[in-house]
Structure formats: C-alpha cells, structure tokens
C-alpha cells in the first residue's frame, strides 16, 4: 500500500500531462533519433539523481547541504508559490525564462540560507 501512495505521489509531481506539452515543440525541432537518444538520457540522469537520493536523501541535506530537510521543503513551496504567482499574473505558459528562472532560484536558495540560521 506504501508503495501504492508512494507511486501515485510521484506521478503527479511528474505531471505527464503538462510536461507532454512541453515536449510536443522539441519533438517537431529534432529527428526522432535524436528525440529518443535524449529522452533516453534524460531518464537515466533522473534515475540515478532519484536513485541516490531516496538512498541516501537525508544524509546529503544533513552533511553535505548542512540543511534540515523540512527547510528545503519550504524552499520548494515558495517557489512553487512564486510559479504560481508569476503564471497568473502573466498568463504565460512558459514559466522558467531566462533571467527570471536564474533570479528566482538565487533568491530562493537564499531564503533557504536565512531559515537554517
């Protein structure tokens, strides 16, 4: 039943559905060669980061990160809101863009400094 709740979770976090729409425009620029070869790859890059860290996932945040991991999931959230935010202000469905995606990750990592202190 554990894993049940644990793959339905993961699903939705995926979001097929939406993340389908990002890809329809790469799958018209690239041959289906080259389509697959980096879908590949992009699966195996999330294996193995997903891999690792639900093996070792609190140790990294604890001794690498030095983070509690309650504070990365309040991280998370406000991005999440600011994502949220942007989108219905702005009406766009490409949501990471240029300097704003790098702006917003700056000042959420910092947030997450202010809060471990």
Do not use: C, Q, W
């Not at 329809?24 to 289906?32: D, G, P, Q, V």
């Not at 294996?47 to 998370?76: N, P, T, Y």
């Not at 991005?79 to 490409?94: E, T």
């Amino acid at each position: 039943m554990e894993l049940l709740k644990s793959a339905s979770v993961l699903f939705i976090l995926l979001n097929p559905f939406l993340m389908s729409i990002y890809l329809i425009s790469l799958s018209r620029e690239l041959s289906f060669k080259e389509f697959s070869m980096m879908m590949i790859r992009a699966h195996v890059i999330g294996a193995v980061v997903f891999i690792i860290f639900a093996l070792a996932g609190d140790a990294i945040f604890e001794s690498v990160f030095k983070v509690r991991f309650a504070s990365f999931l309040i991280f998370g959230g406000i991005v999440f809101l600011l994502i949220g935010i942007r989108s219905i202000i702005s009406g766009k469905i490409a949501l990471f863009t240029g300097a704003y995606a790098i702006e917003m990750i700056a000042r959420g990592v910092e947030l997450l400094f202010t809060l471990k202190g």
